[in-house]
């Protein structure tokens, strides 16, 4: 699994301009929950698609920039969490245990009909 780090707020901007090409996921992550452990693990030990890119954000060492996803992309921050982007927009969020990679694929196989 390849995860693109985010550290930085200007980051977002790219993320947001790729999701017109290909579907993005940003996964905020909190090092000290344990239920975010737990749904890191679950999406890792599934497959990766190749079709969706990835992006990891430790919201603990990188606060401003998760508030800053809450309200650019208009989400309610929570903790773990999952938003799908395509076509700048926001068509998918979830959190804590009901965040799962099916789900994701689901959603994404969604968006090309």
């Given at each position: 699994?390849?995860?693109?780090?985010?550290?930085?707020?200007?980051?977002?901007?790219?993320?947001?301009?790729r999701?017109?090409?290909?579907?993005?996921?940003?996964?905020?992550?909190?090092?000290?929950?344990?239920?975010?452990?737990?749904?890191?693990r679950?999406l890792?030990?599934?497959?990766?698609?190749?079709?969706?890119?990835?992006h990891?954000?430790?919201?603990?060492?990188?606060?401003?920039?998760?508030?800053?996803?809450?309200?650019?992309?208009?989400?309610?921050?929570?903790?773990?969490?999952?938003?799908?982007?395509?076509?700048?927009?926001?068509?998918?969020?979830?959190?804590?245990?009901?965040?799962?990679?099916?789900?994701?694929?689901e959603?994404?196989?969604?968006?090309?009909?």
């Open positions: 699994m390849k995860w693109n780090v985010l550290t930085d707020e200007s980051q977002l901007s790219g993320i947001i301009a999701s017109y090409d290909r579907p993005q996921v940003i996964y905020k992550h909190s090092t000290r929950c344990n239920i975010s452990s737990i749904a890191l679950r890792e030990n599934e497959p990766f698609p190749e079709t969706i890119d990835f990891y954000l430790d919201l603990l060492s990188y606060r401003s920039l998760s508030n800053k996803i809450a309200e650019q992309l208009k989400v309610h921050h929570e903790s773990p969490q999952v938003i799908l982007l395509h076509k700048g927009e926001v068509v998918y969020d979830e959190s804590h245990l009901s965040i799962d990679m099916q789900d994701i694929v959603q994404t196989t969604l968006l090309s009909k």
